[in-house]
């Protein structure tokens, strides 16, 4: 099993910043990504990345104001939030699994049934 908390949500105003992380423990995995759900709304995906090589993948709605990083001493992911808008108020989640050699060649790293394991959620309010 993987086991996910997340932490460094809260509130913020408009234009300001904030940063999640989320620390994993249990299972090795070599996926790992953040989604966001706001109230009445699909769940969608921000950002992911593979640690072990660094790569990541952005939605369109947060290219150039998000950053997701990796410590790997930690076993923890960061998203850095610049620029913040009200229409990023949602709950943010972080995912993570492993992936096989061929499953990572296909697989849609900003889906959210990509993914196995789950934290519990941070609460992201951005106001005007």
């Known amino acids: 099993q993987v086991h996910l908390v997340e932490s460094g949500g809260g509130s913020v105003q408009a234009g300001g910043s904030l940063r999640l992380s989320c620390a994993a423990s249990?299972?090795?995995?070599?996926?790992m990504a953040w989604f966001r759900q706001a109230p009445g709304m699909e769940r969608e995906g921000v950002a992911a990345?593979?640690?072990?090589?660094?790569?990541?993948f952005y939605a369109d709605s947060v290219k150039g104001r998000f950053t997701i990083s990796h410590d790997n001493a930690n076993n923890t992911i960061y998203l850095q939030m610049n620029s913040l808008k009200p229409e990023d108020t949602a709950i943010y989640y972080c995912?993570?699994?492993?992936?096989?050699?061929?499953?990572?060649?296909?697989?849609?790293?900003?889906?959210?049934?990509?993914?196995?394991?789950w934290g519990q959620g941070a609460q992201v309010t951005v106001s005007s």
């Open positions: 995912a993570a699994d492993r992936f096989d050699r061929k499953t990572i060649l296909t697989v849609n790293t900003l889906r959210p049934q990509s993914y196995k394991y």
């Open positions: 249990g299972d090795g995995t070599n996926c």
């Open positions: 990345i593979y640690p072990g090589s660094g790569v990541t």
